[in-house]
Every structure is written in structure tokens, then in C-alpha cells.
């Protein structure tokens, strides 16, 4: 184990958090005076568990807290935390690091702990015992350390050598086991002051016992007819409870079937009503695709139609081309006969050629114009044709949803008539329910004012009845105190009286003369009494009057002087003691003069402060004449060497003579005083009167309370059967009101859901309505539209047509006007250039053929396409015709199934309104079976409650004994019990006319005959009023009347005993329990103290063992270790101051270096102290070395040729452990393989710079723990 680091943070000088690394070997911490050195020694101290201020040079715990600079304010808080390694194996914990921790706060408060958890200073203190570390161990040394081991007491240097023998566990075991011994010693007193004081109450309660036991055996059998009775009428409610339960159980039953038919029906209707729907959107499907059919098949007919008159204009186009290319051909024929006369014609036709250009430009345009306009109007054919075709489709579907719709908003009219009288019926029935439920409030709330009224009358007499009941409780109590306490003034009163028949207090003769001496028949009648019977003195003067008067208290006043002396001659001749008697006969009635005022300071004459009987007034005057009495002995004195000559008795029982004579002190034979026996007797008389009179006034006052308090009874029991009826109506007009309230909830619930589907129906109609108008008013401009469209058709047909032959016609004449230009160009070419133009112009009307053939090819194609789509449309058609037909088949097979839907629809709706009304009808039934159901249920709660309040028994878990109850109606009835004996007037029955113990015990069954033993015991005989016997009616049932009355009588009998303390038989038990387990503790704690001696006896041998065998050896290294320090001449020695006490006795240490004759090691230099102490401590070292040791500024005194031999010894310890060394010596700081620098760069405020040596010297670590961290 090893020290690895510490932790301070404001601490002393350190404010700020820092942190110190240890490592093997030796580390040095230097730094100038006033830098705060030490306060890192102080901090491991402090951190160890230093508590006293003083020694961490502070007045109070909380001056170690950094109390704060010019620039810094106060901290509020100081903490240290100090680390260990290697701990495993050596401590007591499983840890192999062990951090200990202690902070302060400025409030004086503080907190040790162990890893960063709670603990407490023992707690450190027992881990760290026996290793040498702590706070006054030899782990830490210093100067201050140096002075205290050499200095002090040899008695105080104990402690380093017990914690090198490691016995400091074993001492404070020991001192554990002497306290526990202590603690055991007192507990061994108190427990048997606890045994006396249980056998004392024993004797006391062991009479109350037997009367409980009488009063508890007529309880219990009490308890057992009552609890029998109650349990059958129990099991009656129970029955009817039961019958009526299953009754509700079974409307319940048959109103949850009737809901839950309701809620199939309901389910079922909704199904069905989904069904509807969906069979409503299947038909209007099948209508749209109808629709859409007859639209397609319509728009292919158009179509093919269309395709016909296609075909026949090309047909007449292909024709016309015919023709042209036929003309062509003929016009090529004659243009080439005629090319020849063409060129001669030149200049005839170049005039012409240029009008027939113009009028073939102008045609062309026109021409142009013709076929963009016939284009036109063919496209827009084509889209009104197909506008045609959707508005058809879009009117087929409307057509459809119109039919759908409107049988809809015919069905939601009915609903809604239906629902709307359903609801009228509802409101009528709501009212009427709310009129019976306002007559039945205004009925609940006159029955709620008078419980009101009755429970507050009720709460009036139950705090009667509780006060009455608590003052004759307290008053009870108050006497059970008197009582006892009466009991204890007789009982001591009784012995003292005892004690003075016996002559107690007497000398030996005396008593021989009040017990007869040997003729008691003689002497007895003729001795009177001793004189201090005769005496009365206030308890504060009784022991000055005893002491005034001595042994003549004890002198016997006899009949006369012959008796005197035949009394003193007996008791000499037996050697019976003396005694001192005086004869009635010698006693003067004369009184000596009256003395003047008594001397100040003294209270008064001793004659003035006694009161005795006129006989012995005289005599006891003489007595006590002249003499004084004072507060205590100094006065008497005091009063004495004022001159007072006079005899004084002092309260405090001292008597001075008139010769100066003290008599005084205390026997410890515990004797008795007469006198104060008897004053003590005459006040403990008067003190058991008055309490004979006190005793007397509280009894009457308890027996009026009694009274008063059955008085409350009887009204209270009265005036809660009133409440529980008025409770019992209250409770049944609530339960009709809520019968009526929750028919208006179900009556509310239902209107609200019948408005509710009003609602819906509604907006459903009017969003149907809304529909139909938009779809009419859609369908309307549909029809409107396609009209336009017709119109728009027939006129565009007409254009087309028109259009069309004019394009024809301009089409001819441009050819004609162009075949005129060109032969009038090929005229003018001829005859230009004869060859070329005639050429041109063949050319001209061979291209003129081509477009033709061409165009022919064209139309052909466009006919041969008409005709394919024809086909194709009439294949659709007939495949839409048959799809058209079998949807429509569809539709009327679906409109069948609708109607079927709609029929079961309407009666689903019937048969949910008979069912509704019939789990009205349960409803109505189950509540008035509830009503008589709480009726029952007050009944049987008000049994149940008695029972329980009575004998703390629940009826439900109460188990009948056909057995115990039988018993006890048999031992009713031989006792006697329909003829119960009258009872006294005031409540009181003696007690010789209660049953005996053995009565109550229990019945002894015994038969009249032998056939009756093995009888069953419900067969017994009962003795009836007249003497006779009948046997049992029923043997299995009681006679539950008979036990009704035997039950009142025994409750009639038991009030009339009186109280009885039902607790003093567990009192009694739990006594004597108590007074065993008292005995058993006894001998527990006497073998317990046995244990403890023993224990202790094995510590002291062990560590006597330990101690004597650890000092020898340390003996042995301190005187090798000082000759090694001082030299071979030098001489020490360690001695015992008493060998025979090991444990207790001091250790001297001698110590003489070479050279010197010391009588004292106080004598010694710094030096040689400082080397004494070093030889000391590695003398412990060797035999048990510490984990690690702080040294500071051990070295201070030391020169450097005894710095350099305490080095050399410290080098032969560092491997074994870790050395903090506190220096200013350089020398050892040499030494050091860490050194920690301390400084204040900041007035008041410590800083650490470590700096690690390598072995040549150089530094090889710069700021090991810098501020803060």
C-alpha cells in the first residue's frame, strides 16, 4: 500500500484546487517561510481525522477554510481528499484504490468520506487501525510531533508503541466490551428493580383476573348465542338477497340479450341498408353503361353513315378525274397535231397569254379559299357530331341518377315522418318522466331536511354520549389512579405501623420489653406505649427533635414503678439490653416556666415546634427545655462562639451540647428513626383519608355518569332507529328517483339518436333535392345543346355541300383557264421556238394526268379505309347491342332485389321498436327489485355493523358451532337462565352471586343415564320453567326465541356487575409473560457480563503478549540506531515503569550521546532531540514500517554532518515506503526523487510547481500539479 495522491481545495492557504502526485521513493516539498508548507501537512492530518483545532494551529474547526485575500473573497467550503494504492489485502475493503475525503463548511458542519460515500470518523479510524497511518501515529512526524514523544508524560508516548504493536484495535475492543459491561451492570440493576416491581403487580392483578374471567365467561356465551342469532338472520337477509339478486341477474340477463338483439338487429339493419345502397349504385352503374352503349352504337351508326357519303363523293371525284385525264389525253393529241401552226400563231396568242394568266391567278386564289372553307366546315361536322355523341351519354347517366335519386328522397321522406313521430312520443314520455322525478325530488328533499335535522340531533347526542362516556372514563381512570394510589399510602402505612408494633427503630431492650420480655400475659397489659408515640412533629423538625431528645424517644411509660423495676431487673437478668421506662404514676403534669425570645439566628425553642398528648406534656417539656433549634450545624456553631451556652438541635439532625459537645453523622446499618416513622404515619393517616373521602365523591359522581351515560344510550339508539328509517325512505325514493333519471337518460339518449337520424335524413334529402335540380337543369342543357348542335349540323352540312360544288366548280375553271394559259404558252413557245414550247406543253398535260391517276389512287385508298371502318363499327355494333341487352336485364333483376331490401328494411324497423319497448318493461321490473335489494342491503349492514362494533366478528367469515352453540343454550338452561334473579336497584351485584370460576369455565356435560352419553347433543333434554323435560322440536335447528330472551337476560346480567377490567386477564398474562421474559433477560445479561469479562481477559492477554514482544524489539533497533546516529559510545534505552502493568504503565526514554551524563532527555539540544526522535522512529520502522511518513522540517535542527546520517538511515527505509519531507536543507532536497515547490504569487494564496529528478539530477518533468488541478 502506498500513498499516491492529495487532494485540497480550500484549504488554509489553498484556495484554489490542487492536486499532488506521490511516487516511490522520497518526495520533497521546499518553499519559503509563510508559503503554506506545513498546511499540506496540516491538510493529511486533518484529512486522517484531526478534530482538534488547536493542534491545526486554528481556534475553531472552521478556521481552516480559506478565509479570503485583498483580491479574493472568502470560500464557504474547505475539502481534502487523500488517496491510497494497493490497498487490497492490507485494509479491510475489496478495493484496491481507497480515497479518503473530509470537507468543512463555514456553519461549523462537516462530513468524512470513504470512495466519495458518507461515513463516519470511526469508520476511518477502523479501516486505518494497525497499519501506523493517523493523525497521532508515527506516520507523521514534525517539531511540535518531536516535543510531545520526548517531552510528555512517559504515561502519553504510549501511543505510538501501542500502534506499532498493533494492539490500538485490540484497546478499543477492550474499551467497547468495558462499556458494554457498564451499560450491562445498569441494565442488571434496572432489570431487577423490573422483576420486583412485576411480582408486586402480579399479586395486584391476579384477583382482577378472576373477576374478568367470571364477567368474560358470561360474555362468551353471550358472544356466542348473539352471534349465532345474528348469523342465521344473516343467512335470511343473505337468502332473500340472493333470490332477489338472481331475479335482477335474470332481468339483467334478459335486457342485455334484448340490447344485444337490438344491436344485431341494428347491425343487421345497417347491413341491409349498406346492401341497399350498394344494389342503388350497381343500378345506376348499369343504367350509365345503358346509356354509354346506346351512345356508342348511335355514334357508330352516324359514323358509318358518314363513311357511305364519303365514298360516294369520291367515287364521283374519281370519275371527274377520269374525265380530265380522258380530256387530257385528247387535248395532248391536238396539242401535238397542232404544235406546228402553234409557232405561227405566236403573236395572236401573247396578248392572250397575258389575260389568261391574270384570270388564272384570281381563279387559283379563289379556289384555295374554297378548299380551306370546305375543310372547315368538314372538321367542325366532325366535332359537333362527336359534342353530339357525349351529351347523349352525359343525358342517359343523368336520366339514370335522376331515378335514383328520386327514389331515394321518397324513402327519406317516409323515414323522416317515422322518426318524427317516434320523437314526439319520446318528448311526450320525457315529460311525464321529468314531472315524476320533480315530485320525487321535492319528496327526497323533505326527507333529506329531516335526516339533516336528525343527524344533527343525533351528532348533538353522540357528543353527549361521548363526553358522559369519556368523563366517566377519565373518572374511571382518575379512580383506578386513587385507588392504587390509597393502595400504596395503607400498604405503607400499614407496615410502618407494622414496623413500630415490632419496636422497630428500638435498641434491643426495648423491644424485649414491647414484646413481653418472658411473661407477655403480665407485661402486655401494663406497658403503655413508648413516649414517642405520644409525640406529633412536622417532618421538617422531626430529625432536630430526634436528636434533642435521643435515646429517651424510646422510653416505655409502664402502669406504675413496681412494673418499672420488675422490667428493668427481667431485662438484666436475661441480658436482654436496656432499656428506658418510666411509670405513670411518676409523670408530672407541671410545666417548667416560659423562656424568653430565642437568641437571633436560631428558628426557635425545640419546645415550641412539638405536639405531644397531656399526660407526657410535662415531661417532655423538661426535656426539651432550653434547648434551641437551628437551621444547620455552622449556625449552631457560629451561635456557640457568640456565647450562646445553650443545647441546639439542628434540622439536618446534629445536636450541640451546653458543654460544646457535637453529636452527629449517619449509621449505615439503615436504622430507622421512630420519630420520623411516626410523623410519617400521622401524615400518610390523614393522606388515606382524605383520599377515603375522595375516593367516596368520585364514585357517586362515576354512578351519576354511569346513569347519564345509559340514559345517552338508550336516546342515541333511539334517534339512530329513527335516522335509519327516515334513511331507509330517503333511500328508496332515491332509488325510484334514479330509476326515473336513468329511463330519462335512455329516453334523452333515444331522442337525441332519432334526432340525430332526422338530421341526416334531412340533409341527406336536401343535398338529393339539390342533386336532382342540378341534374335536371344539367340534363335540360344537354337536350338544349344538342338542339344547337342539330341546328349547327344541318346548316354546316348545307355550307359543306355548297362549299364543296364551289370548289368543284372553281377547280374546273382553273383548269380550263389554265389549260387555255397553257396552250396559249405553248402556242407562243411554238411559235417562239417551235420544238420546246410544244414540248412544254405535252409535258404540262402529262403531269396533268399523273396528279390525276394520283389522286384517283388517293380516293380509292380513302374508300377502301371507309369501308374497313364501316365493317369494323358494325362488328361493335352488334357486340354493343348484345352487352346492351344483357345490362338491361341486369337492371330489372336488380330492381327486384332492391325492392326485396327495401320491404326487409321497414321491417327491421318494427321489430327494433317492439324490442325497445320490452327492455323498458325489464328495465322498470329490475329497478323495483333493486329498490328492495338496498333495503335489504341497510338491513344487513346495520347487522353487521352491530355485530362488529360488539365483538369485532364479521357475520360473512363467522363460522356457526352447531357444537358451542347447543352448549351454551344447555348451560343457560340448567343455570337457570329465563329465571334470572332480580337485580339490586343501584346497578351493584356482589360477588358471591356471581358464577364461580369453575362455573364459567365451561358446562360440564355429564348424563343422567348411560343411554344419554353417546347421545347427540342436540337430542339433550331442556329444563323448562315448570320442571319438566321436552325434547328439542327440531334437533337440528334452535330454539332461536329462547336464545333471543336468554340473550337479553345475560346482557342484563352482565351491565349489572358492574365495571370489570377486561384487560387484566391479557394484563395479567402479558404480566407474566413479561415477568418470564424479565427473568430470561436476567440471566441473558448475567451471561452476557460473564462473556464480557472473559473477552476482556483474552484482549489483556493478547496484547499484553503483543506489546511486550513489539517493545522489546523496538527496544533493541532504538538502542542500535541511536549508537548508529551518535556513535558507538552513545547509550539509549526504552523502560517500562512498572513491568507488572505492561498495559498502563508509561515508557521512559533514556537517552546519553557520547560524552554527556544526562539526568533528563530534556536536556538535549535541538539536534540531538531531532536525532532521537529520527532513531525512534526507524527503530519502530524496522519492526512495523508505516505505508508512508511525512517528515516536517524534522531536519531543521540538524547540521550537515548529522543531515548526511540522516540520510544515510532514510535510504535503507525508502523501499519499504514513501517519504514526504518537509525542508529548507538543500542537502536533502538533493535527496528528493519529486519536489514540490511552494509559493504565493498571489498574497495569501498557495501555489504548487512540481519538478521530477532523473538520476543524473536533471529535471525531467516541468508543472507536475499546477493550481486547480
Keep these: 500500500m502506498r500513498l499516491k495522491s492529495l487532494e485540497i481545495h480550500g484549504f488554509k492557504s489553498f484556495a484554489d484546487k490542487t492536486k499532488l502526485e506521490f511516487h516511490e521513493g522520497v518526495t520533497g516539498i521546499v518553499g519559503p517561510n509563510g508559503c503554506g508548507k506545513s498546511n499540506i501537512v496540516d491538510s493529511m492530518r486533518w484529512v486522517l481525522g484531526e478534530t482538534s483545532a488547536k493542534a491545526l494551529r486554528g481556534g475553531e474547526m472552521a478556521d ?19 488517496t491510497l494504492s494497493g490497498c487490497s489485502g492490507i485494509l479491510e475493503t475489496d478495493y484496491d484504490e481507497v480515497s479518503l475525503g473530509r470537507r468543512v463548511f463555514r456553519d461549523g458542519k462537516g462530513e468524512y468520506l470513504i470512495n466519495k460515500q458518507p461515513c463516519r470518523l470511526k469508520d476511518i479510524q477502523n479501516l486505518l487501525m494497525g497499519t501506523g497511518i493517523g493523525r497521532t501515529s508515527y506516520s507523521i512526524m514534525e517539531q511540535g510531533k518531536i516535543d510531545m514523544l520526548l517531552s510528555s508524560k512517559p504515561e502519553d508516548r504510549r501511543a505510538v508503541f501501542e500502534e506499532a504493536a498493533g494492539i490500538t484495535k485490540y484497546k478499543t475492543q477492550k474499551k467497547e466490551a468495558l462499556r458494554k459491561l457498564d451499560y450491562t451492570e445498569a ?80 347491425a343487421e339493419m345497417a347491413s341491409a341498408r349498406v346492401e341497399y345502397q350498394e344494389i342503388e349504385r350497381r343500378l345506376g352503374e348499369l343504367q350509365a353503361l345503358l346509356a354509354r352503349l346506346e351512345n356508342e352504337i348511335s355514334g357508330a351508326r352516324n359514323r358509318i353513315e358518314f363513311n357511305g357519303e364519303r365514298t360516294h363523293e369520291l367515287s364521283v371525284l374519281i370519275r371527274k378525274n377520269e374525265e380530265d385525264i380522258t380530256q387530257a389525253v385528247e387535248k395532248r393529241d391536238r396539242q401535238e397535231a397542232d404544235l406546228e401552226n402553234a409557232n405561227r400563231q405566236l403573236e395572236a396568242v401573247a396578248a392572250r397569254i397575258s389575260e389568261e394568266q391574270a384570270g388564272v391567278e384570281s381563279l387559283e386564289s379563289e379556289a384555295r379559299s374554297a378548299r380551306t372553307r370546305r375543310e372547315e366546315l368538314n372538321l367542325r361536322l366532325r366535332e359537333i357530331e362527336e359534342e353530339r355523341g357525349n351529351l347523349k351519354s352525359r343525358i342517359a347517366s343523368l336520366e339514370a341518377n335522376l331515378a335514383t335519386n328520386e327514389g331515394q328522397l321518397e324513402s327519406d321522406g317516409h323515414r323522416s315522418n317515422q322518426l318524427t313521430e317516434e320523437i314526439q312520443r319520446l318528448c311526450a314520455d320525457e315529460e311525464a318522466r321529468r314531472s315524476d322525478a320533480a315530485e320525487f325530488k321535492d319528496r327526497i328533499a323533505g326527507h333529506q331536511s329531516a335526516i339533516e335535522t336528525s343527524e344533527e340531533n343525533l351528532a348533538d347526542l353522540e357528543q ?18 386513587l385507588h392504587k394510589l390509597r393502595a400504596e399510602k395503607r400498604s405503607r402505612l400499614e407496615v410502618l405501623e407494622q414496623l413500630i408494633a415490632d419496636g422497630e427503630g428500638f435498641e434491643k431492650g426495648a423491644q424485649e420489653v414491647l414484646k413481653g420480655l418472658d411473661d407477655p400475659d403480665f407485661f402486655a397489659p401494663q406497658v403503655r406505649s413508648p413516649l414517642a408515640n405520644h409525640l406529633e412533629v412536622d417532618s421538617r423538625f422531626a430529625d432536630a427533635i430526634e436528636a434533642a431528645l435521643g435515646r429517651r424517644l424510646q422510653a416505655i411509660i409502664v402502669a406504675d414503678a413496681a412494673v418499672a423495676g420488675r422490667i428493668i431487673e427481667t431485662l438484666r437478668e436475661g441480658n436482654l439490653g436496656k432499656a428506658a421506662v418510666i411509670a405513670e404514676s411518676h409523670l408530672d403534669a407541671s410545666l417548667p416556666p416560659p423562656r424568653g425570645r430565642a437568641p437571633l439566628g436560631a428558628i426557635g425553642w425545640a419546645v415550641e415546634h412539638i405536639r405531644c ?27 456557640r462562639e457568640e456565647g450562646c451556652d445553650l443545647p441546639m438541635a439542628t434540622l439536618t439532625g446534629e445536636f450541640v451540647t451546653s458543654e460544646g459537645i457535637i453529636h452527629g453523622g449517619r449509621t449505615g446499618d439503615g436504622s430507622v428513626s421512630v420519630l420520623r416513622m411516626q410523623t410519617e404515619i400521622r401524615d400518610l393517616g390523614e393522606v388515606v383519608d382524605a383520599l377515603d373521602r375522595e375516593v367516596g365523591t368520585r364514585q357517586e359522581r362515576r354512578d351519576e355518569l354511569n346513569r347519564r351515560v345509559d340514559e345517552l344510550e338508550e336516546h342515541l339508539h333511539d334517534a339512530r332507529e329513527r ?101 396559249e404558252h405553248g402556242t407562243r413557245e411554238k411559235f417562239e421556238e417551235q420544238r420546246e414550247p410544244m414540248l412544254a406543253r405535252l409535258s404540262e398535260l402529262n403531269e396533268l394526268i399523273s396528279r390525276r391517276d394520283a389522286e384517283i389512287v388517293d380516293f380509292r385508298d380513302r374508300i377502301t379505309s371507309a369501308a374497313a371502318e364501316t365493317e369494323l363499327l358494325q362488328g361493335r355494333i352488334g357486340e354493343w347491342e348484345s352487352e346492351t341487352s344483357t345490362a338491361g336485364e341486369e337492371a330489372a333483376r336488380i330492381r327486384e332485389e332492391r325492392n326485396g331490401y327495401s320491404s326487409r328494411i321497414e321491417a327491421g324497423e318494427s321489430e327494433l321498436t317492439r324490442m325497445r319497448r320490452e327492455v323498458q318493461q325489464v328495465a322498470s321490473q329490475m329497478g323495483k327489485e333493486q329498490v328492495k335489494l338496498a333495503q335489504l342491503d341497510l338491513t344487513l349492514e346495520n347487522l353487521e355493523r352491530s355485530c362488529r362494533d360488539r365483538y369485532r366478528t364479521e357475520l360473512e367469515f363467522f363460522e356457526p358451532d352447531s357444537h358451542a352453540l347447543l352448549l351454551a343454550i ?44 353417546t347421545g347427540d347433543p342436540a ?97 533493541k533497533n532504538f538502542r542500535d540506531m541511536f549508537r548508529e546516529l551518535f556513535g558507538e559510545k552513545a547509550k539509549a534505552d526504552l523502560v517500562l515503569l512498572d513491568d507488572n502493568d505492561p498495559l498502563e504503565c508509561g515508557i521512559d526514554i533514556i537517552a546519553k550521546p557520547p560524552g554527556k551524563k544526562l539526568q533528563s532527555i530534556s536536556l538535549l539540544s535541538g539536534g540531538e532531540r531531532s536525532m532521537t526522535a529520527v532513531a525512534l522512529l526507524f527503530g519502530i520502522y524496522m519492526v512495523k514500517p508505516s505505508p508512508f511518513c511525512v517528515l516536517d522540517e524534522l531536519d531543521a535542527p540538524l547540521d550537515e554532518s548529522n543531515i548526511a546520517r540522516f540520510l544515510r538511515v532514510l535510504d535503507r527505509f525508502i523501499g519499504s515506503s514513501q517519504f514526504v519531507i518537509v525542508t529548507h536543507s538543500k542537502r536533502t532536497m538533493s535527496r528528493a526523487d519529486v519536489i514540490y515547490g511552494v509559493s504565493m504569487e498571489e498574497f495569501g494564496v498557495s501555489k504548487t510547481v512540481g519538478v521530477t529528478f532523473s538520476k543524473a539530477g536533471e529535471s525531467k518533468g516541468g508543472k507536475q500539479a499546477m493550481v486547480g488541478g
Design 64 to 82: 481552516v477554510i480559506f478565509n479570503g485575500t485583498d483580491k479574493r473573497s472568502a470560500l464557504g467550503m474547505a475539502e481534502v481528499t487523500l
Design 187 to 266: 441494565n442488571l440493576v434496572r432489570i431487577r428493580d423490573v422483576i420486583a416491581e412485576n411480582e408486586r403487580q402480579i399479586r395486584s392483578l391476579s384477583r382482577q383476573a378472576s373477576k374478568a374471567k367470571r364477567y368474560q365467561s358470561l360474555f362468551d356465551d353471550v358472544r356466542t348465542l348473539e352471534l349465532h342469532l345474528g348469523h342465521k338472520k344473516w343467512r335470511e337477509i343473505r337468502a332473500e338477497k340472493s333470490e332477489l339478486a338472481n331475479s335482477i341477474r335474470q332481468f339483467t340477463l334478459r335486457q342485455d340479450e334484448l340490447e344485444e338483439d337490438i344491436e344485431k338487429r341494428q
Design 464 to 481: 353527549k354520549y361521548h363526553r358522559a362516556k369519556r368523563a366517566a372514563a377519565d373518572l374511571q381512570e382518575d379512580l383506578a389512579s
Design 613 to 639: 398528648r397531656t399526660n407526657v406534656e410535662g415531661l417532655v417539656a423538661r426535656l426539651l427545655e432550653g434547648i434551641l433549634l437551628t437551621e444547620d450545624l455552622a449556625t449552631a456553631l457560629r451561635l
Design 723 to 823: 335516522l335509519q328509517q327516515k334513511r331507509i325512505a330517503s333511500s328508496t325514493l332515491e332509488g325510484k328517483l334514479a330509476l326515473i333519471e336513468r329511463d330519462l337518460n335512455q329516453l334523452r339518449n333515444r331522442t337525441e339518436s332519432l334526432e340525430w337520424e332526422r338530421r341526416e335524413v334531412e340533409e341527406r334529402s336536401e343535398r338529393l333535392r339539390a342533386e336532382l335540380e342540378q341534374k335536371r337543369s344539367a340534363r335540360e342543357e344537354a337536350l338544349a345543346r344538342i338542339t344547337e348542335l342539330d341546328t349547327e349540323a344541318s346548316s354546316s352540312s348545307d355550307s359543306l355541300d355548297q362549299a364543296r360544288r364551289h370548289e368543284e366548280a372553281l377547280t374546273e375553271e382553273v383548269t380550263a383557264a389554265r389549260t387555255r394559259l397553257a396552250v
Design 970 to 1013: 344447555e348451560e343457560r338452561r340448567k343455570n337457570g337462565a329465563v329465571r334470572i334473579r332480580p337485580v339490586s336497584l343501584d346497578g351493584d351485584e356482589s360477588e358471591e352471586s356471581l358464577p364461580s370460576d369453575e362455573t364459567l369455565s365451561g358446562p360440564t356435560l355429564e348424563a343422567e343415564n348411560p343411554e344419554s352419553e
Design 1019 to 1115: 337430542e339433550w333434554s331442556d329444563q323448562r320453567e315448570d320442571g319438566g323435560e321436552t325434547a328439542l322440536e327440531d334437533p337440528a335447528e334452535p330454539d332461536w326465541e329462547f336464545v333471543e330472551e336468554v340473550v337479553a337476560q345475560l346482557r342484563t346480567k352482565l351491565d349489572s356487575m358492574g365495571p370489570v377490567n377486561i384487560d387484566a386477564i391479557e394484563e395479567f398474562d402479558e404480566l407474566e409473560e413479561h415477568y418470564r421474559f424479565n427473568v430470561q433477560q436476567l440471566e441473558d445479561l448475567e451471561n452476557s457480563k460473564e462473556e464480557l469479562l472473559r473477552m476482556i481477559a483474552r484482549i489483556n492477554r493478547d496484547t499484553r503478549k503483543m506489546f511486550s514482544e513489539t517493545f522489546e524489539e523496538i527496544r
